[in-house]
């Protein structure tokens, strides 16, 4: 019984076919790894820049995966999530974009009938004269907000 041995392709085509033992084994692309027997080994080694023995230990599918960067950035977000939860709220991080500063620039983001709804919220009985619009209209709004 012939030994396998396990080759990488370190080529650049897409597609390799071994044309140098005559295995017909193909190798899909820069990385894919494959077996072939130990005497065709011999001949595809004089091809360092094409193929090179693998020697990385198959690793179980779950330690695999363990070590991938997929695992990596699940993990770092489960740790930030973790953090999040266990801090005291006043010492978290906001994880939305904060709200614009000053009123102005809330009010200047709003339709006039958000602001007109807003000033009407926040001071109850108060109306926003209906042909105010515009600057005008957020104008009279913070002055009413301030009075």
Sequence with gaps: ????????????????????????VV?????DVQEVPSEAWEKLKRFPAVWVEDK????????????SPEHSEALRREE?????ATLPLETQEPTEP????SLAERFAK????EVRAYVDAAIPGTKLHHKL?????RARALEALKG
């Design 80 to 84: 930030q999530e973790f953090q999040a």
């Design 133 to 137: 619009a515009g600057e005008n209209l």
């Design 110 to 113: 709003m339709t006039d009938e």
């Design 27 to 31: 190798w899909i692309g820069n990385g």
């Design 1 to 24: 019984m012939t030994d396998k041995i396990k080759v990488r392709y370190v080529g650049s085509k897409p597609k390799r076919e071994d044309s140098v033992a005559g295995t017909g």
């Design 56 to 67: 990385a230990e198959e690793l179980p599918v779950d330690i695999a995966y363990a070590l």
């Design 98 to 101: 904060t709200e614009p500063a």
